[in-house]
């Protein structure tokens, strides 16, 4: 068996690949373009991709005569065209659950750094600007009792509010199939917290007008993908509309950030982290190894995606 690795992997999890079949891994930092994957997938059977591979419709046709797997070292599959994936018989896995505690974890650490200014008081302190105490000095907002609106309750969106429970923080969410209208989420939390999928319906889901009609005073924590939010409008928003603070994971065009958001001491910006622990990261790209052993001992597939 083929199997194509678009980017180098731990070396034991390279070591189970090779066991299992004659492994092609470009030498190279950066991820694949599309024009990459067009020209190196062709002829493998198995694909171990992650989410800034462009997984496209012309990749996975000029790969499907052979390709039957995409194993994707994610959970989020938006890179991934599916319904060219499922045209072309090639099987899709991904890696849900595994990372949930820790993109958990890293929403609240966002959730407190915004609220509470945290990285704003670091720069603070840093540069010298802390000359006294006062009873005003980097005040912010206190998690118990505000009202968390979790947009979309899926695994992370519920094990965030489990965790914003024991901070005394009132839950309410919305998803497409329970919970408030989208509207009323919008216009009721102190924090909103993004944590459905990027699909054609979530895209600019929170747009200009829905940014201006949050809450006063609010903050927006985003750990989901970055296109569900329309960045363009998110300065703007701060600037002279209701928020009073924003947490971002993830971005438009990552690794590229709107100019607007990067001198701003009222958003705290990370580099898509969120599953981003030694043990979450491995046992992720485990999972993809795992789908490929399967492959190739003709065993079912674990973690197919839903369809
Ligand atoms: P999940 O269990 O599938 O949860 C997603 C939830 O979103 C579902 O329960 C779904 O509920 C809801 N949803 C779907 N479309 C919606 C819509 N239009 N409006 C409102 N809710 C909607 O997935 P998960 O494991 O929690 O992961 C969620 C996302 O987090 C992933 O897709 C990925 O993009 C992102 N993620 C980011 C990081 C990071 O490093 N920052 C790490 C892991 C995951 P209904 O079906 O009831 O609508
Ligand atoms: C990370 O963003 C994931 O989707 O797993």
Not at 163 to 189: D, V, Y
Request: aromatic share 2%; hydrophobic share 45%.
């Amino acid at each position: 068996m083929r199997i194509y690795v678009s980017r180098g992997l731990p070396a034991d999890l390279m070591t189970r690949l090779r066991a299992a079949g004659n492994v092609t891994c470009p030498d190279r930092a950066a991820p694949p373009t599309e024009a990459d994957l067009l020209n190196e997938l062709p002829g493998h059977d198995a694909a171990v991709v992650q989410l800034t591979d462009p997984m496209s419709a012309a990749v996975l046709e000029a790969a499907a005569p052979t390709l039957r797997l995409a194993a994707q070292i994610a959970v989020g599959l938006d890179n991934i065209d599916e319904l060219a994936a499922a045209r072309h018989g090639v099987a899709v896995t991904h890696t849900p659950g595994v990372l949930t505690d820790a993109t958990a974890d890293l929403t609240m650490a966002l959730m407190l750094a915004a609220c509470r200014r945290v990285v704003e008081a670091d720069r603070f302190v840093r540069a010298g600007r802390w000359d006294v105490w006062s009873l005003d000095l980097m005040t912010g907002m206190e998690l118990r009792g505000a009202t968390l609106g979790i947009l979309g309750r899926g695994r992370i969106g519920r094990a965030v509010a489990h965790r914003a429970e024991a901070f005394g923080m009132r839950i309410q969410h919305t998803s497409r199939t329970s919970g408030i209208p989208l509207q009323e989420l919008i216009r009721t939390s102190d924090v909103l917290s993004i944590h459905a999928p990027l699909t054609t319906g979530t895209w600019h889901l929170i747009d200009q007008r829905a940014l201006m009609a949050m809450k006063p005073g609010s903050v927006l924590i985003n750990t989901a993908r970055g296109p569900l939010v329309d960045e363009l409008y998110i300065a703007e928003a701060l600037e002279t509309g209701p928020l009073r603070a924003v947490g971002l994971d993830v971005f438009e065009e990552e690794p590229r950030v709107h100019p607007s958001l990067l001198n701003r001491g009222d958003v705290v910006l990370l580099p898509h982290i969120g599953s981003a622990t030694d043990r979450t990261r491995h046992r992720m790209a485990s999972m993809a190894v795992e789908a490929v052993e399967a492959l190739a001992a003709g065993e079912p597939l674990p973690h197919r995606a839903p369809r």
